[in-house]
Each structure stands twice: as C-alpha cells, then as structure tokens.
T-cell receptor, first 114, second 111 residues
Framework: KAGVTQTPRYLIKTRGQQVTLSCSPI?????VSWYQQTPGQGLQFLFE???????NKGNFPGRFSGRQFSNSRSEMNVSTLELGDSALYLC?????????????FGPGTRLTVL | AQRVTQPEKLLSVFKGAPVELKCNYS??????LFWYVQYSRQRLQLLLR??SRESIKGFTADLNKGETSFHLKKPFAQEEDSAMYYC?????????????FGQGTILTVHP
C-alpha cells in the first residue's frame, strides 16, 4: 500500500497570508490526524477527522481549521499567518487495525512564515 | 489530562551497550502506548505498541501501570539505532485519533 502523502512538501509565506496543506491517507484509512512539530513545543495535536467529521481538536486558535472529503483526503488551513506558525505540519492516518490508535505518518509539510 | 514525559533529551551509549529510554505517562483511563522513531531525514514511524507485546529491531517495551511507565529497552545497541525516539499516548473513547507525544529523546550510539 502507498503511504501517507502530503503536499506541498515546502511552503514559504509571509505574515498575514493564508495557507492550505493537503494530506492523502493510506487507502482504506478513514481517520486523519494533524500535528504541528516545532523544536520548542515538540509534536502537538491539532485535530482529527473521521468520515468527514472533526472528532477531536487540540488547543490551537481558530485560525487553524481543517476538513475531510468523502475520499478521506484531508486539508488543513491556517489563516492570517504569524511568524510562530513556522513549523513542520504532519498528518497521520489510521485504519483502526486491531482496534487501536496506530497512526501512520506522512513526510510533513515544512511551512516557513516570513 | 493526557501527559507523556521523557526525562532524557539526549542519551549516548556505545555500540553493544544496553540502552533504556524512559517514558512516564499520566492518564486516567486505560492507556494505549506507542514508541515512534524518526531516523535522520525520514518520516516518523511506529516502532512498538504495547498491545502487541512484540520485539522490533531488538527493542522491547513493557507497560507498567503501577509506575505509569513504558520504558523502551534494547540489550545491545547498534549504530543504526541512532535516532529520535518519541513515546506517545493514545486516547480512548471520544479521544480516539489523538496522540499525545513526549518531548522525545535523541539516542546516539557511538562506534
């Protein structure tokens, strides 16, 4: 099976702009989670979607949003970008194999805000 | 609240020496714990999950609910084990799909 893919791999934006990141899960997986990874804060959970519904949300401002499509592909959007949004954004998919939280990660999108 | 603590940011050992990466967690429900590894320039990948109780690449981890720990161990470290290791706690019920990660431990295995 092909792994989780994320596009684009790199992005450079300026403060105040908005950005959309895309994630394609492993075929058959219906759950997609998003994480922000920074050197200072580590890996932090943003939100999780299952069957087009957001089921969980982390402690991030409303500028961070997401959605999931009927084919399980997911997008996340960050509006009014701030310098502190510079990070590696990871998405992960889960098929709930063996009934657990086992998640498979994509390579990430490196966002730089200038 | 879910919390994962990895007390060591850096850990250095010599090849052939035993290695133990510590992980403690805080969770009121029934925990689901994982170890993820990130090798240089590679994506985060699952190494172990406590439910499967298997050994991957010589690593094992035992869930100790009394001490709320899930330490990762390997009896003889190899240079290719050098990587960043994350302990992660999975939610249950309404928190399914949310992993809480520790800060990670950078393991360096010297020749």
């Amino acid at each position: 099976k092909a792994g989780v893919t994320q596009t684009p791999r790199y992005l450079i934006k300026t403060r105040g702009q908005q950005v959309t990141l895309s994630c394609s899960p492993i075929s058959g997986h219906r759950s997609v989670s998003w994480y922000q990874q920074t050197p200072g804060q580590g890996l932090q959970f943003l939100f999780e979607y299952f069957s087009e519904t957001q089921r969980n949300k982390g402690n991030f401002p409303g500028r961070f949003s997401g959605r999931q499509f009927s084919n399980s592909r997911s997008e996340m959007n960050v509006s009014t970008l701030e310098l502190g949004d510079s990070a590696l954004y990871l998405c992960a998919s889960s098929g709930w194999q063996n009934g657990g939280n086992e998640q498979f990660f994509g390579p990430g999108t490196r966002l730089t805000v200038l | 609240a879910q919390r994962v603590t990895q007390p060591e940011k850096l850990l250095s050992v010599f090849k052939g020496a035993p290695v133990e990466l510590k992980c403690n967690y805080s969770y009121s429900g029934s925990p689901e714990l994982f170890w993820y590894v990130q090798y240089s320039r590679q994506r985060l990948q699952l190494l172990l999950r406590h439910i499967s109780r298997e050994s991957i690449k010589g690593f094992t981890a035992d869930l100790n609910k009394g001490e709320t720990s899930f330490h990762l161990k390997k009896p003889f470290a190899q240079e290719e084990d050098s990587a960043m290791y994350y302990c992660a706690l999975g939610g249950s019920g309404t928190s399914y799909g949310k992993l809480t990660f520790g800060q990670g431990t950078i393991l360096t295995v010297h020749p």
